[in-house]
């Protein structure tokens, strides 16, 4: 659950029903419009991060680290979830790491898994979705060249309509966009590009 000022923000996630428990299908699918993993209510082995090596510490400043390392536990390991609210996550504060400027920050590599994403489709379509993210991210700062790099292996057959109609938009109606969700979300109407 994310909370923004007084506003909560309910988690959708496909094809897990409430109150489940368990091992999760398609840890890709199911992290389309919410993420599965949330770096501060998550319960991994030491074994599985001492495997993986933990977080990729050339990602900075909040940039996809832990998007990294969850796509590469559910490559190799199931992953087990359970839909109870343990920890909320306050959108609204101002030290967040993620407010830190775009252009200082270094991304994760999602080119890495496209080898893996020819034969996982849920994959693809997961690492697209990060793309289309990150490169609006870059859009709103004005750096051309990175939003281009993120685009480049976007399949946007793999982004909803919604989404589409976004990645076409220039940055000042990205910006409007914005304050209309943020102002509908005064209202307790989350519209969202990922559901």
């Keep these: 659950m994310k909370r923004k000022g007084d506003i909560t923000l309910v988690s959708y996630y496909k094809n897990i029903p409430n109150n489940f428990s368990g091992i999760i299908e398609d840890y890709f699918e199911s992290s389309l419009s919410s993420s599965i993993a949330w770096t501060s209510a998550v319960v991994i082995p030491k074994k599985v991060l001492e495997t993986l090596h933990g977080f990729d510490e050339n990602i900075t400043l909040g940039a996809g680290e832990d998007t990294d390392l969850w796509i590469r536990i559910a490559l190799q390991y199931s992953v087990a979830f359970n839909n109870n609210v343990t920890a909320i996550y306050n959108l609204h504060a101002d030290n967040r790491i993620s407010n830190s400027n775009t252009n ?7 080119d890495v898994y496209e080898t893996a994403a ?4 849920s994959l693809k379509k997961y690492i697209d979705i990060n793309r289309f ?3 609006l991210q870059y859009k709103l700062v004005g750096n051309k060249k990175q939003q281009a790099h993120y685009l480049k292996h976007l399949d946007t057959g793999n982004l909803n309509g ?3 109609f976004i990645l076409g938009c220039n940055k000042n109606m990205l910006i409007l966009l ?3 969700q943020n102002a509908l979300r005064q209202l307790h109407i989350d519209l969202s590009p990922f559901k």
């Design 162 to 164: 919604k989404q589409r």
């Design 178 to 180: 914005l304050k209309i």
């Design 133 to 135: 993210s990150i490169a």
């Design 118 to 121: 020819k034969t996982n489709s």
């Design 104 to 110: 200082l920050r270094r991304f994760l590599d999602l």
